[in-house]
C-alpha cells in the first residue's frame, strides 16, 4: 500500500511563493505518474500539475501556467510543487496522487492534503 504525505503549506501573502512536497513510501516511486490536486470550497477538484514517472513529461492547468513548477527526486520518493507569484484564488487545499504508472488513468493513491491560504 502507498502511502502519500504532503507538506509545506501555509499562509502567505499574494505574489509569495510556497514549495508543497509529498513523500511517498510502500512502494516503487520510480513507477508512478504523480499529480499535484487542489480543491477550494465549495469548487470540484482540480488537477493542477502532473509528471510522468520519469519527470520527462509535465502538464499544468492554465490557471498555474508559468507560476508553478512540478518536478520530482525519484532518489528520495519525493514530487514538488514550487508555487511562485501566488494568488488570493490558488487558495485551496493541496493533495498529492500517484498513478500506477504512465499509461492508466486512475489516481489510486491520495495523500491527506495540505492547506494553503493567500491573502491579498
Known amino acids: 500500500q502507498v502511502q502519500l504525505v504532503e507538506s509545506g503549506g501555509g499562509l502567505v501573502q499574494a505574489g509569495g511563493s510556497l514549495r508543497l512536497s509529498c513523500a511517498a513510501s510502500g512502494g516503487t516511486f520510480s513507477v508512478y505518474a504523480m499529480g499535484w490536486f487542489r480543491q477550494a470550497p465549495g469548487k470540484d477538484r482540480e488537477c493542477v500539475a502532473r509528471i510522468s514517472a520519469s519527470g520527462m513529461t509535465t502538464y499544468y492547468a492554465d490557471s498555474v501556467k508559468g507560476r508553478f513548477t512540478i518536478s520530482r527526486d525519484n532518489a528520495k520518493n519525493t514530487v514538488y510543487l514550487q508555487m511562485n507569484s501566488l494568488k488570493p484564488e490558488d487558495t485551496a487545499v493541496y493533495y498529492c496522487?500517484?498513478?500506477?504508472?504512465?499509461?492508466?488513468?486512475?489516481?489510486?493513491?491520495w495523500g491527506q492534503g495540505t492547506q494553503v491560504t493567500v491573502s491579498s
Open positions: 496522487a500517484a498513478r500506477r504508472n504512465d499509461y492508466v488513468i486512475k489516481y489510486d493513491y
